[in-house]
């Protein structure tokens, strides 16, 4: 079985509620939070797959579509890659926040057919997010929890940023 890591988009990978950009809804609206592109470059030496799990619920709202997000995605990935990040595979829950849906975090679903589908071990697999939906979840599926951010009592581990995490994420995954 494989391992991999899961991280949030919006706050882990990109800007969002910032002086430049308060939501991504366009391609041009995604802005790399810093060290984002060497983080993901050092977990791909490690880990077999780095896969993003977002809640998008402008979707459900009608701030964009489902092909503009797919967009977003695609020029997300594109511009990761050009420095030598790759992202494996996205899944996101378009619905609205309040709707009810299976596959929105704090559920762990988007995670658990990742792992299906790419032959995932949970046990050695970690989700990178900066809200508690985003440790739960993770928690939920069976991973380990590193959050972005001041605190939060359910995470393995909590660092300001993705880059300062990634250290603590390879140490642990060879315990």
Known sequence: M???VFL???GVINEVLTDRVKFVNRPNDLYFLSGVPEAIKKLNAFFDYIFVVTNQGGVGLG????SQLNKIHDHMIAELKKEGAIIHDVAY???KPKAGCACRKPKPKLI???SKKYDIDLSKSYMVGDTDTDIIAGKKAGTK???LGK???LA???FPDLLSAVDWIIEDAKA
């Open 63 to 66: 701030f964009m579509n489902e």
């Open 112 to 114: 658990l057919e990742l």
């Open 151 to 153: 605190s939060d009592p």
């Open 156 to 158: 393995d581990a909590v």
């Open 2 to 4: 494989k391992k991999a």
């Open 8 to 10: 949030d988009r919006d």
């Open 93 to 95: 829950c378009p619905h």
């Open 145 to 147: 929890g590193v959050f």
